[in-house]
């Protein structure tokens, strides 16, 4: 079945350095180690920067659906899911919490599978 | 190239890279030659001009100017139908709004980073083109010569006289498949300033300052927003965050254990944690998470003795898994052997040939040297020492390896 990977974006365009507040030393130490707590559940998943990614796709917003994305939203993360066929995948987008948000967009783009 | 037009490259590369996007933007990518000439004769220009009647207070905007007069010059005779340059003539307004600017380059860089061009072509000449390094200082950070620079440079170019790339049209977004090759090219930028073979530090710090500008863009923008890319920028800041506390008050390379801890940057390396929070997202680690964590250990670890050496190690043996490469055995013997004595390290070298780009290098044979010495392999030491003394690329990293290697 064809894989897609779905990308998260939000209207924010606050960056790290926009964030609220600079992070204290200690809340370094506790970034760093949540993110070394991620990669080692992840880290047998190691590849180089994923999988090419088809041209076009679908977006999938709260209000309407559209193939294109504002330049100023920022993808927030991603997520891969495997359906039979984009409009599986866009049910399935639509039925995500993320997909619910105020202003949330989700991408939906085919993986050419080159490398699965 | 002239010293003259060596320096003045070097002082106005960023202007450089803005003029040359800016312009193959116009012109086209078959006039790219057409275009580095007159971006080259505008900062040649800039040299004289402003020395006698002062810095304009845009740069850029006079810059392009005089770049595109130049471009225009050049190529004033019967017009062809269908002459790219008419195009330029005909609007010559000034696109130096930020906004704009950036955007441009961004899809410069992807253009360079067409997966047309032959592979071993696309960094060389992204970083002649975008950059505006010359050929030694690629082929140095490039671990080749000067001569395979200039013909992987020939060959790009004789692709794009070919004509059928896209330096007008193509959507930021389609370009994303490039994505990869994109992140080599300002990786290899950031440590060009990282791990300079420059000995002026302002230069050093402009390129990585560079680096961190390019990829905040590309991280910033839909076509490059996702996690691969916050983990690169994530590395940049964190091995920025100690830049300046490499050099001493007389501009010589410290060694990591020489550094005082407490010059590191604070606001890079918060940066730098911030992108990791932002990086550690999805499931899928790439070899910019590797190496951010173990920027990531070295930056947070309170001392130099308290580094977890054997986490360096063990993140390095999971980039081989994921690239094999000799450098990151090198790398990962070197933590060996701060965690477990220097013979763990030389055991971790064992029966590795390292390939002839890498041997006699002299970051090759300056762990060896190390690693021997402090074995007590006296005479093995003294011989890989005298090879990485001969090999090493400016007087700052010799005396800093003098130091290193008690000699």
Known sequence: MPKYIVFMRSQSSKGPSGSNSPPSPEQMQQMFASYKAWMGKFKDQITDLGDKLKPGGRVVSATADGPFVESKEVIGGYMIITADGFDEAVEVVRACPAAQMPGAQLEVRELSGAKM | MSAAQQVVEQAFRHEYARLVAVLVRRAGLPQLEAVEDAAQAALLAALTDWARNGIPDDRGAWLYRVALNHLLGEWRRPALPGDPLAAVAADPAEPFFEAEVGDEQLRMIFVACDERLPQESRLAFALKTLCGFSTGEIAARLFTTEANVYKRLARAKERLR?????????????LRVRLPSVHAVLYVLFNEGFLSTHTEHAIREELCDEAIRLTTGLASHPVGAEPATFALLALMHLHAARLASRQDASGGLLLLEEQDRSRWDAGHLREGATWLERAGTGDVVSRFHLEAAIAGEHSFAPSFAQTRWGEIAGLYALLERLEPSPLYVLNRAVALAEAEGPQAGLDAL????????????????????????????????????????????????????RRRLRV
Do not use: N
């Open chain 2, 162 to 174: 070919e004509g059928d790339f896209d330096a007008q049209t193509p959507a930021l977004e389609s």
């Open chain 2, 350 to 401: 064992q029966g590795v040939v390292p390939p002839t780009w890498l041997e006699g290098h002299y970051v090759w044979d300056a762990v060896l040297a190390d690693l021997h010495r402090r074995a007590g392999h006296g005479e093995l030491a003294m011989h890989h020492c005298s090879l990485a003394l001969s090999g090493a690329p400016s007087e700052a990293m010799r005396r800093a390896l």
